[in-house]
């Protein structure tokens, strides 16, 4: 049996009919084509998945669409205006914080969801916002340098420089 839900996605507004069984990351996904959403692990464990919903970061894996009814979801498609790059996804690249690409998405939205709640994260701010989230290609330190320049932009401070190892 189909459920008719309602949702916000990046600013757009949804009508959709889902089944029971439909998880937010399969309704991202397959039905509203926003492929940026990661599936990788099915179990809430890896956070490749993750969005944003209602202002915190979820598994999309973990939710069911029907849970979603009603909810404003903020995925990494949303992130950018255009062509330009929110600080945040430009810091990874000026950081060198992506590898494969896979976990980025992810960890773009934990990390987002963190500075909209705490402009100023200390490192084991940003490790812990991080937790649920797994790279299996490099060590986190480029990305904890990365989300830490991405909160020196946001919060308007001048002077900050692209990571030294950027050519």
């Not at 757009?12 to 990661?38: C, W």
């Not at 939205?109 to 299996?136: H, Q, Y």
């Amino acid at each position: 049996m189909d459920y008719p839900i309602s949702l916000k996605v990046n600013g757009i507004p949804y009508d959709v009919r889902v089944n029971a069984e439909t998880s937010l990351l399969n309704l991202l996904r397959d039905q509203l084509d926003l492929t940026g959403v990661k599936d990788g692990c099915h179990e809430g464990e890896c956070g490749a998945c993750t969005v944003i919903m209602n202002g915190k970061p979820v598994n999309a894996c973990l939710v069911l669409a029907v849970e979603a009814n009603g909810s404003e979801i903020l995925t990494v498609e949303g992130l950018s205006q255009g062509e330009e790059l929110h600080p945040l996804q430009q810091a990874f690249v000026d950081c060198g914080a992506i590898q494969c690409g896979f976990c980025t998405p992810g960890m773009l939205m934990s990390a987002k969801a963190l500075l909209d709640e705490n402009p100023g994260p200390t490192s084991e701010e940003i490790r812990k916002a991080l937790r649920g989230n797994l790279c299996r290609c490099t060590g986190y330190k480029k990305i904890e340098e990365a989300i830490q320049q991405a909160a020196r932009v946001l919060r308007g401070e001048k002077g900050w420089l692209k990571h030294p190892f950027q050519v």
